[in-house]
Nanobody
Framework: VQLQASGGGLVQAGGSLRLSCAAS????????MGWFRQAPGKEREFVCATPRSGGNIYYGDSVKGRFTISRDNAKNTVYLQMNSLKPEDTAVYYC???????????????????WGQGTQVTVSS
């Protein structure tokens, strides 16, 4: 599986962006999908994740109520809608696909097998 993230850019605080992650292959619906981010000098951080089909969606505490993850299995794509952006949201955002464990493991990087190349999101104050 190859993942291609896009949609990053420069936005003012309070603005919105929508990231997309397109997956190759015919087994997209078999994977839990997640978004992570990494700011300069910081460890990679869990943002949100959606299971293979239905069920709980997970959000990191710092993005709850502002970000929304969704997936379109027919298009092999997962989206991240980011609203009310803050300067502290500035980071490289990575999408990931995986199946290593139960649904509750979606928050853990170890769940994921495939990673996209990342897309830069910069929020100016």
């Amino acid at each position: 599986v190859q993942l291609q993230a896009s949609g990053g850019g420069l936005v003012q605080a309070g603005g919105s962006l929508r990231l997309s992650c397109a997956a190759s292959g015919r087994t997209f619906s078999s994977y839990g999908m997640g978004w992570f981010r990494q700011a300069p000098g910081k460890e990679r951080e869990f943002v949100c994740a959606t299971p293979r089909s239905g069920g709980n969606i997970y959000y990191g505490d710092s993005v709850k109520g502002r970000f929304t993850i969704s997936r379109d299995n027919a298009k092999n794509t997962v989206y991240l809608q980011m609203n009310s952006l803050k300067p502290e949201d500035t980071a490289v955002y990575y999408c990931a696909a995986g199946f290593r464990g139960v649904v509750s493991a979606l928050r853990d990087e170890k769940y994921y097998v495939y990673w996209g190349q990342g897309t830069q999101v910069t929020v100016s104050s």
